[in-house]
C-alpha cells in the first residue's frame, strides 16, 4: 500500500531554534517527493521538490534531503521565525510512466514556534 | 496575478441536501485537481481533469461525488445527499500542464464543508 508516514505529529520550539521533521514513504514507483507549507485555513503551498537523481535541495531557510534507497526525507528549518508555524506536508508523486502519476500526502507535523 | 481561488470558503449543508463547490484555477493552466482534507490529515486525492476531460475519479468516494469542468476552466464538484463523514476541507489545485514529474500544482484556499 502507498503510504507516506511523518514525525513528529507536532512540534514546539522557540523562536530562533532550528528543527528537522521527518518523512518516510512506501510510495512506489517513485517520482518525486514534495514538501508543502500549510498555514491554517489556506491551501498548501511547495517549498521544495525533489526527483530520485537530487538528495538535497534548499529554499531560504527550508532544506530538504532526500534517501531514496531507504525512502526518507527530511526538512530542515534553521533560525525558526514565528511565520514559520504551519502544518508541514510531505507529499510523494507516484510515478506512472507517461500518466498523472497520483500524489500521496502525509498528515502533517503541526510546527508552533513561539517568541 | 490571481491565484486559485475557491467558493464558498465555508458552507454549512442539512444532512441529505445537495451542494456544489467552485474552483476558479489560475488562468492557462491545464490541469486542475480536487482534494478532500479531513480534520488533522493530509489532503487526499478525488479527481483530475486535464482541460475539459476528468482523466481520473477513483478518488471519488462514493457515486454521490460529481465534478466537472465543462469549458476546460472552472471546475464545480457536487455532493449530493450530504452525510456527516463529508464534512471536510475540499481543496482545488492547478497545474500548467499535466502532472507528472516537477509540475508544481497550485492551491486554492479550500472550502470548509460542514454537513450538520
Known amino acids: 500500500k502507498n503510504q507516506v508516514e511523518q514525525s513528529p505529529q507536532s512540534l514546539i520550539i522557540l523562536e530562533g531554534k532550528n528543527c528537522t521533521l521527518q518523512?518516510?514513504?512506501?510510495?512506489?514507483?517513485?517520482?518525486?517527493l514534495r514538501w508543502y507549507k500549510q498555514d491554517t485555513g489556506r491551501g498548501p503551498v511547495s517549498l521544495t521538490i525533489m526527483t530520485f537523481s537530487e538528495n538535497t535541495k534548499s529554499n531560504g531557510r527550508y532544506t530538504a534531503t532526500l534517501d531514496a534507497d531507504t525512502k526518507q526525507s527530511s526538512l530542515h528549518i534553521t533560525a525558526s521565525q514565528l511565520s514559520d508555524s504551519a502544518s508541514y506536508i510531505c507529499?510523494?508523486?507516484?510515478?506512472?510512466?507517461?500518466?498523472?502519476?497520483?500524489?500521496?500526502f502525509g498528515r502533517g507535523t503541526q510546527l508552533t514556534v513561539w517568541p | 496575478g490571481a491565484g486559485v481561488s475557491q467558493s464558498p470558503r465555508y458552507k454549512v449543508a442539512k444532512r441529505g441536501q445537495d451542494v456544489a463547490l467552485r474552483c476558479d484555477p489560475i488562468s492557462g493552466h491545464v490541469s486542475l485537481f480536487w482534494y478532500q482534507q479531513a480534520l488533522g490529515q493530509g489532503p487526499e486525492f478525488l479527481t483530475y481533469?486535464?482541460?475539459?476531460?476528468?482523466?481520473?475519479k477513483s478518488g471519488l468516494p462514493s457515486d454521490r461525488f460529481f465534478a466537472e469542468r465543462p469549458e476546460g476552466s472552472v471546475s464545480t464538484l457536487k455532493i449530493q445527499r450530504t452525510q456527516q463523514e463529508d464534512s471536510a476541507v475540499y481543496l482545488c489545485?492547478?497545474?500548467?500542464?499535466?502532472?507528472?514529474?516537477?509540475?508544481?500544482?497550485?492551491f486554492g484556499p479550500g472550502t470548509r464543508l460542514t454537513v450538520l
Open positions: 481533469f486535464q482541460n475539459e476531460a476528468q482523466l481520473d
Open positions: 507529499v510523494v508523486s507516484h510515478d506512472r510512466g507517461s500518466t498523472l502519476g497520483r500524489l500521496y
Open positions: 489545485a492547478s497545474s500548467l500542464r499535466d502532472n507528472r514529474r516537477r509540475i508544481e500544482q497550485f
Open positions: 518523512c518516510n514513504y512506501t510510495v512506489s514507483p517513485f517520482s518525486n
